[in-house]
């Protein structure tokens, strides 16, 4: 039996590249927490989402 569908749209499968110990890390805490690691890393992506400045609001590259 699969899990419930906890997301309103549908979904895409796409891959990304990630450091060895990123991934360890990320599979450890998932299973820690009885999740997947699909389901930390939408969480991530979302909460960055909600936090990255607008690309007009960013401090350009080299200063500061």
Same mark, same amino acid.
């Given at each position: 039996?699969s899990r419930p569908? $906890?997301?309103?749209?549908?979904?895409?499968?796409? @891959?990304?590249? !990630?450091?060895? +110990? !990123?991934h360890?890390?990320?599979k450890?805490? @998932?299973?820690?927490?009885?999740? +997947?690691?699909?389901? !930390?890393?939408?969480?991530?992506?979302?909460?960055?989402?909600?936090? $990255? @400045?607008?690309l007009?609001?960013?401090? @350009?590259?080299? +200063?500061?």
């Amino acid at each position: 039996m699969s899990r419930p569908k $906890i997301y309103e749209e549908d979904r895409v499968t796409t @891959a990304v590249r !990630l450091p060895e +110990s !990123l991934h360890r890390w990320l599979k450890a805490t @998932a299973l820690e927490r009885d999740v +997947s690691v699909t389901y !930390l890393v939408v969480r991530a992506v979302e909460d960055y989402r909600e936090r $990255i @400045a607008p690309l007009g609001e960013q401090p @350009a590259k080299g +200063s500061g």
